[in-house]
């Protein structure tokens, strides 16, 4: 057996509260409210916004705010919206780049109206896009001048409206390249959009899933993957699959999730579901530039590597509700705060820490030496690293159904050796992974 040259280190099985993924940082909203979706726009810039919470803990519906960050999530500056006071929803900011977003919000007495500002929020102008009959879902601009609309239909005709001039006009898609809505009542989520190169999906309150592969010029539609519960979001990967997060319950019932994965290249839904699915999915991401999955469920967030089929447990924390989650890269990724009523509103926007969480976002192999003894253990497993180099290293353990059950940090270390206390583990088999800001290891071990 290899010589470790090291301390030994005497690790209990609790999770430790050392190792923290989401770092958080003020949100400077202006009034008490819920933390919503983030957009970036590169590694530097991104939006938010949220809905202001009443003393009930409910949505007024009105006096909305953004927060915008310029640099990588560590400062944040909110704004107002002097167009958008009365009342009204604000379905979606799309974000181009530190001064330029576009943002979408259906006024309930004078209906759609998209707004535009180009120097960070400062003005926003009403545009001249002819949405005003109808709520609108979502916008995208894939550069300066290509870009989409969608919201209800209209006489079982979608709206759907592409410009290729920046938005200086607008131009409804035809009957003949989109499918007929099932009635005037399928409407679309308002923010559920997930983009991959030139693809597009956004989902209806049906459950079908309207897909393009040409930025909004012809479309099709993948019907329901299920009649028990509801669509919740949409995401894509690189590979260009499509991720529909379904949930149900309440907070009084508790919740369930669903989760289906469908290729343009599929015929049907592939059911992702885990038997564990008693929770919410508060927040779903794909990681760009790499195969990884994320997914927030309130106090939880997982990992998956290989589209969505298993994942792990990374991070358990209880003293924080995160929700919507965006990734610009393995070093760059927002989550927002969910709120726990008007007295505990959401204060920060939640930044991912990078590294060395980065190996366990982009699991390349890394060399260092792992050893586990006993195995099989009954009491405590020893575990004994030696890298090339002083790193930061993350340890987990997990059962076989991604369950975390054990995490630790530790920093600048080249060697280490540790005496894990497993003897309230059930008998089975785990998995432990030590990652670091290059990648991981992951071996297994059984306890009796």
């Not at 030994?8 to 003020?26: K, R, Y």
Request: net charge negative.
């Amino acid at each position: 057996m290899k010589n470790f040259t090291l301390s030994l280190i005497v690790l209990c099985v609790t999770l430790s509260l050392q190792a923290q993924i989401w770092e958080p940082h003020n949100a400077d909203f202006l009034l008490p409210t819920q933390g919503w979706r983030i957009t970036p726009a590169n590694d530097s810039v991104a939006w938010t916004f949220g809905f202001v919470l009443d003393s009930a803990g409910d949505f007024t519906q009105r006096d909305y705010s953004y927060s915008r960050t310029t640099d990588g999530g560590n400062t944040w500056v909110a704004g107002t919206f002097p167009g958008i006071q009365t009342d009204g929803w604000l379905c979606h900011i799309f974000a181009q780049d530190e001064n330029t977003a576009w943002l979408s919000f259906f006024d309930y007495a004078e209906g759609g109206k998209v707004f535009y500002t180009s120097d960070g929020g400062q003005n926003w102008e009403l545009t001249n896009a002819p949405v005003e009959n109808f709520f609108i879902g979502a916008l995208h601009f894939w550069d300066n001048d290509h870009g989409v609309i969608w919201g209800d239909p209209i006489d079982s005709l979608f709206s759907i409206l592409t410009t290729s001039n920046g938005g200086l006009t607008w131009e409804q898609v035809s009957a003949e390249n989109m499918p007929p809505a099932i009635d005037n009542e399928e409407y679309t989520g308002a923010g559920n959009i997930a983009v991959n190169g030139d693809n597009i999906w956004f989902d209806t309150y049906y459950n079908r899933v309207l897909y393009s592969a040409d930025r909004g010029l012809t479309w099709t539609v993948w019907d329901n993957p299920s009649a028990d519960h509801y669509g919740l979001d949409v995401k894509a990967d690189e590979d260009n699959f499509l991720y529909y997060i379904h949930s149900l319950g309440s907070n009084a019932e508790g919740y369930t999730f669903e989760l289906f994965r469908r290729h343009p290249d599929d015929s049907d839904w592939t059911n992702l579901t885990p038997t564990d699915n008693s929770k919410y999915i508060s927040g779903f991401s794909h990681v760009p530039g790499t195969n990884t999955l994320v997914a927030n469920l309130i106090n939880e967030t997982r990992v998956s590597y290989d589209h969505g089929d298993t994942w792990i447990s990374i991070d358990f924390d209880s003293t924080f509700r995160r929700g919507y989650l965006s990734f610009v890269s393995d070093q760059i990724g927002y989550s927002c705060q969910m709120p726990n009523g008007y007295d505990h509103p959401s204060e920060n926007v939640y930044k991912y820490i990078g590294t060395p969480l980065s190996g366990l976002i982009d699991p390349k192999p890394i060399d260092i030496t792992l050893l586990l003894s006993p195995n099989p253990a009954v009491e405590n497993i020893q575990i004994g690293v030696e890298g090339k180099h002083a790193e930061d290293y993350w340890i987990l353990i997990n059962d076989l159904s991604g369950k975390l059950m054990y995490k630790r940090e530790l920093t600048n270390e080249t060697s280490f050796a540790s005496s894990i206390d497993i003897s309230s583990y059930v008998n089975g088999m785990y998995t432990i992974t030590v990652s670091n800001k290059d990648g991981l290891r992951t071996e297994t071990f059984v306890k009796l």
